[in-house]
């Protein structure tokens, strides 16, 4: 139990033992951990631009939706108002259209009064004409008394 | 307990046992020649196991996804960093691995205290080996060699960082400047001297005593029958507590390292 000549074999085994660690063990592990350090710093700082870009990115995706909503609100008011007015141009149309129907119908209605009037005159011009023939026999002369009878008739 | 050894008849008595224990295995003549062979074997081996371990972890070390042994090695030498920043002034490439050196071949060598103490004894006395002391820090060589190592450091960087001059100065003028230097001579020369004898004589001292105290409570079973439970009781009470021991001491001999060496590097102050 004292110190013996073991002390020096201790320190050169110690001597070479730190200089082996030091090689093999501290200095890759150190710089390994450096690097992890460093590229997690890196990659949080990364993290944190990306949530700010994504925060960026969602405000305008709001502002385009607003954007778009009220133009579809502009949209859906032009056409509603489009809309109105065409109905109305056609309500316009058809009345105009209905009436123009029944001019031309009562105008058709009066022609076809007016040919069954001529009809009937001629027929009754006729009809008179051989009535008044059959009682005044050759009395009458038909060209004679023609214009006369014709003014009669148009008379009725 | 060791009822094998030479006194068979009766088995050894206690100072014998214990006598018999703090024997090592030595070669050469008395006085300062002389090899502790079971000291260097031990201390080699675990010099071995950390070489091996520096060899081969760094290799299969992932900087993604660390893992296992990569775990206890990262806390370590985190660990280690953390004192040096905490303690050190400036940056040396040195100190790290010192440290680390010290921290964990230390631990391992104080961790050969908690095998039991007569298991590689007597699986030597099997063999042919009649004396062996398996914790490597129970002997002053190794704690004074790790300790005179630190000191050789301390007087290397002292005269690196303050200059031969300075180093002068600092015996002469500290700590009650000038107009005491003789007594400033004296004081620093202690303060200095004392750093590598306290260094070793703790270590040794803890070490040595856990030892002691190991064996005492194995005679306790080899008393007697009755001596069995309270030997297992206390044996497993002391292996619990030195579990601390051995970490503590471990982590002083660093940490004193540290400070020792930071001292160094510090510029000399005026007075």
């Known amino acids: ?3 013996t000549a073991t002390l020096i074999g201790q320190m050169i085994t110690f001597a070479i033992l730190v200089w082996f660690i030091g090689k093999y063990l501290w200095t890759p592990m150190t710089q390994m951990m450096d690097d992890r350090k460093k590229r997690i710093a890196d990659g949080l700082a990364a993290a944190e631009r990306g949530k700010h870009e994504q925060e960026l990115a969602e405000h305008k995706a709001t502002q385009h939706i607003k954007e778009a909503k009220e133009q579809a609100a502009e949209f859906l008011a032009q056409a509603q108002k489009r809309g109105a007015e065409i109905i109305e141009d056609a309500k ?4 105009a259209e209905g009436e123009r129907l029944i001019v031309a119908a009562n105008a058709e209605i009066e022609q076809e009064v007016n040919r069954a009037k001529e009809s009937l005159r001629a027929q009754v011009v006729d009809i008179t ?9 050759k009395e009458i002369d038909a060209k004679a008394h023609g214009n006369l009878l014709k003014d009669v008739v148009g008379q009725l | 307990m060791s009822t094998s050894t030479a006194s068979e008849a009766s088995g050894p008595t206690s100072v014998e046992y214990i006598q018999h224990h703090l024997q090592n295995n030595s070669i050469g003549d008395a006085g300062f020649w002389v090899l502790n062979l079971d000291t260097l074997f031990y201390s080699w081996l675990l010099a071995g196991v950390l070489m091996y371990i520096a060899y081969t972890m760094p290799k299969k070390m992932t900087a993604d996804t660390p893992s296992g042994g990569q775990n206890v090695l990262e806390a370590i030498v985190e660990f280690v960093q953390q004192q040096i920043r ?3 002034p400036g940056s040396n490439p040195l100190i790290g691995p010192l440290a680390l050196t010290i921290f964990m071949w230390v631990f391992l060598m104080n961790a050969m205290d908690l095998l039991p103490v007569d298991l590689l004894p007597e699986i030597g006395q099997l063999v042919g080996i009649h004396y062996m002391k398996v914790v490597p820090t129970t002997d002053l060589s190794t704690t004074f060699a790790l300790a005179l190592s630190v000191f050789s450091l301390i007087i290397y960087y002292n005269i690196k960082i ?9 015996f002469l003028f500290h700590p009650f400047g000038k107009y005491l230097i003789p007594v400033n001579i004296i004081m620093t020369t202690i303060e200095e001297v004392a750093k590598p004898i306290s260094l070793g004589l703790r270590l040794f001292g803890n070490m040595f005593a856990g030892e002691l105290i190991f064996m005492l409570i194995a005679l306790l079973g080899g008393a007697s029958l009755y001596g069995l439970f309270p030997q297992i009781a206390l044996g497993t009470v002391w292996a619990i507590f030195h579990i601390l021991v051995i970490s503590l001491q471990a982590f002083i001999f660093m940490l004193l390292t540290i400070v020792y060496l930071g001292m160094a590097h510090q510029e000399i102050d005026e007075h």
């Open chain 1, 1 to 3: 139990m004292s110190i």
């Open chain 1, 92 to 95: 316009d149309d058809a009345k």
């Open chain 1, 129 to 137: 004409i051989a009535a008044a023939g059959k009682i005044i026999k």
């Open chain 2, 86 to 88: 905490d303690i050190f």
């Open chain 2, 162 to 170: 303050k200059g031969p001059m300075g180093y002068l100065k600092m």
